[in-house]
Structures are given as C-alpha cells and as structure tokens.
C-alpha cells in the first residue's frame, strides 16, 4: 500500500506570494491533517479534514486555508506569505474520525523557504 | 491551554536504557502518542496510550499516568539507529484528529 505523498517536496516563494501545497492520503484514509514543523515551535496543528469538511482549525491565521476533495486528496494554500511561514509543511491520514488508538501516517513533507 | 514539556536533547550509550518523559497540562484527553523523527524524515508512529500504565512493544515502552499529566517512553539496548528526535503528543478529545505535539526530544546515541 502507498504511503502518503506531498507534492512538491520543496519550494522557495517571495514574500508576498502565494502557495498551495498537496497531500495524497493512504488508500482509504478519509482524515488528513495538517502540520507546520518549524525548529522553535516544533509540529503544530493547522486543520483537519475528514469526508470534505474541515472538522478542526489550530491558531493560525485566515491566510492558511485549505480543502478537501471527494477522493480524499488535500490541499493547503497559503496567501501573502511571510518570511515566518518558512517551515516543514507535514500532512497525516488516518483511517479514523479520532475515536480510536489509529495512528496518523505521515507524509514526507514539503519544504517551504520565503525569501 | 495546551502546554507539553519534553527534554530538548538527551545522549546515551549504545546497549543502554534510556527514559525520555513527557508532562502535559492539556484542556481534554483522549490519547497520548509517541513518534519517531529522523532528521530529514517524516515523524513514524511509535506507541499509544489513553489508560494508565505500561505499554509495551518490543524495545520499546510507554507508560502513561493520565492523574498526573505524564508520560515516558523507555528505549532498552539502544541501537546507533536510535538517534532521532522523539515526539510526545497528545489528542485533546475524540473525533479529532488534531494532535499537540511537544518540540520534541533529541538522542544522541553514542558508541
């Protein structure tokens, strides 16, 4: 069985542009997460989709959006970027809604720079 | 809040037993999980726990006491492949998948 897949695995933006990254989840998964890793602050949770709706949102600002499409794929887009936003973009699936021990599989991730 | 403390950095010798521990104050709980990070990598699933006590897994362990907001995960005879930053996290409440992740402890193992 594949493996969750981000594409593209790096990526160097100008402030004031625009990103979307993609996430393939595990066949079968319906859950994806997503996560900004940054060496300060560590992994911290931005949204959750499950079934095309986004169930959970972290702390972060309106210009990290995202969606989910019938086939279970994600995106995320972040607008007028800033320098801040350089960072390790992971996503998760997970079979699950939450209910259970079901760990979430992680993606290798995409790098993004901002100059 | 969420607020989970983890040691940042921890060195020990290959053959060796090491504790990594793991406090959290968080405003629900509905599991703690513990994962594997390579540098470069993406972050491996180790170990769950959501009851008290031990939970164990080959090398390696995890304890949880849910009373006290604490959590350790035991690494027995360390291997060099062991060097990794390992990540506490905990799930707030069911039918979420959002987890809160500690910044991660750093082992070094040495010869």
């Known amino acids: 069985k594949a493996g969750v897949t981000q594409t593209p695995r790096y990526l160097i933006k100008t402030r004031g542009q625009q990103v979307t990254l993609s996430c393939s989840p595990i066949?079968?998964?319906?859950?994806v997460s997503w996560y900004q890793q940054t060496p300060g602050q560590g992994l911290q949770f931005l949204f959750e989709y499950f079934s095309e709706t986004q169930r959970n949102k972290g702390n972060f600002p309106g210009r990290f959006s995202g969606r989910q499409f019938s086939n279970s794929r994600s995106e995320m887009n972040v607008s007028t970027l800033e320098l801040g936003d350089s960072a390790l973009y992971l996503c998760?699936?997970?079979?699950?809604?939450?209910?259970?021990?079901?760990?979430?599989?992680f993606g290798p991730g995409t790098r993004l720079t901002v100059t | 809040g969420q607020n989970i403390d983890q040691p940042t950095e921890m060195t020990a010798t290959e053959g060796a037993i090491v504790q990594i521990n793991c406090t959290y104050q968080?405003?629900?709980?509905?599991?703690l999980f513990w994962y594997q990070q390579h540098a470069g990598e993406a972050p491996t699933f180790l170990s769950y726990n959501v009851l008290d006590g031990l939970e164990e897994k080959g090398r390696f362990s995890s304890f949880l006491s849910r009373s006290k907001g604490y959590s350790y995960l035991l690494l027995k005879e360390l291997q060099m492949k062991d060097s990794a930053s390992y990540l506490c996290a905990v799930r707030s409440r069911t039918g979420a998948n959002n987890l809160f992740f500690g910044t991660g402890t750093r082992l070094t193992v040495i010869p």
């Open positions: 998760a699936s997970s079979p699950s809604a939450g209910h259970s021990a079901a760990e979430q599989y």
């Open positions: 968080t405003s629900g709980f509905n599991g």
């Open positions: 066949s079968g998964h319906r859950s």
